[in-house]
């Protein structure tokens, strides 16, 4: 499950992009974006781990899915904990005779019962976690999306590349990187970017 919830920020974070820098931004104002021309073209690049560090929006629903996570796995350790715990104390009276076989039957079942009350947790509400988890990142990543769409128009950006280690671009001129501008504006439009969310 954790390394779902790993994967599915890293799948976000390829999707989304970063920054690292905070400010304030005024909307209105166009963002100070260096101007390099590609024939009509004018071209900026943002990197995603800046983007996963500083767009407070992903850290908070990132921080949420943890918790959630975390909680899940709480209450796995509680199960598996009363498991070992039943089956180690009647494992030692057993083993001193003080049950007839009938009641050893009885520990047995309710012992197989417990351990498929784990796995049907662990199946369900971990695939719920997984789900919702995947489900959060892509539809923050479709919101990135768009509002990379509205900051390019207003900064008359053509295109704009995701630059990650690993990526595509081995190298890009520092002089078109818009990464603190592109966080800022997501920064800026949080409330706006929640609002579709919940819609």
Do not use: W
């Not at 709480?74 to 057993?94: I, P, S, W």
């Amino acid at each position: 499950m954790n390394k779902f919830l790993t994967l599915a920020t890293i799948a976000l974070i390829t999707l989304a992009s970063c920054g690292d820098k905070k400010k304030e931004v005024n909307e209105t104002t166009p963002a100070k974006v260096q101007e390099v021309k590609a024939g009509n073209l004018k071209m900026g690049f943002y990197y995603q781990d800046s983007l996963n560090a500083n767009f407070t929006f992903l850290k908070e629903e990132r921080t949420k899915l943890e918790a959630k996570q975390k909680s899940f796995q709480n209450e796995v350790d509680r199960l598996t904990g009363e498991y070992q715990a039943y089956v180690e104390r009647n494992g030692k009276k057993a083993d001193r005779g003080e049950f007839a076989q009938v009641e050893l039957q009885s520990i047995q079942k309710k012992a197989m019962s417990m351990q498929q009350k784990i796995g049907d947790y662990q199946q369900n509400r971990g695939g719920a976690l997984e789900k919702e988890a995947f489900d959060k990142m892509e539809e923050i990543s479709k919101k990135v999306e768009v509002y990379s769409q509205e900051f390019c128009e207003k900064n008359n950006i053509s295109i704009l590349m995701l630059h990650a280690k690993g990526g595509q671009f081995g190298y890009i001129k520092p002089n078109m990187d818009v990464t603190s501008e592109f966080i800022e504006f997501l920064n800026a439009k949080q409330d706006e970017i929640k609002k579709d969310m919940e819609e």
